[in-house]
């Protein structure tokens, strides 16, 4: 049995109740190292995002990525800047030209497909690559249409 001390006495604390409060302690803990997480993780971002020219915005949607070799791989794309994207994928595409297919905003809406060149690339993972690249030129706004 548990007794809490209270001015002066001991009250009897029945264990159903010990035990719901060291869960709450265990969650206010737990929430308490996260929010320090993201604290943490804005200081970095807003110190990263200072020193691009075009501000870049949170743009996580799978993405449809073209190769020269017509190989069609799914990334995910994690922000976007009027000037170029970053995508993750399972490749290395440093280099390459290809196309990225967009899908719409809406499920009905037309996708954009975009010519990119990679810039720079680097391996977050075991087999998994952040790249990021330039827009070259809005190819279509239905899809590729070839690969010009």
Known sequence: PQLNFRQGRYYYVPAVRA??????????????????????????????????????????????????????????????????????GSCNLLGQRVLVQVPGANSGGPALCFRVQIL???EVGDNLFENGGIFLKLVSEEGPVGKS
């Not at 020193?51 to 949607?61: C, D, E, M, N, T």
């Open 120 to 122: 720079w690339t680097h």
């Open 19 to 88: 035990n719901m409060l060291q869960g709450q302690r265990h969650q206010q803990s737990m929430q308490r190292a996260i929010r320090r997480l993201v604290r943490e993780h804005k200081l970095v971002a807003d110190l990263q995002n200072e020193r691009r020219r075009q501000g870049r915005v949170q743009f996580v949607h799978p993405v449809t990525v073209h190769t020269a070799d017509n190989r069609v791989l799914r990334f995910l794309s994690r922000d976007i800047s009027v000037s170029g994207l970053c995508l993750i």
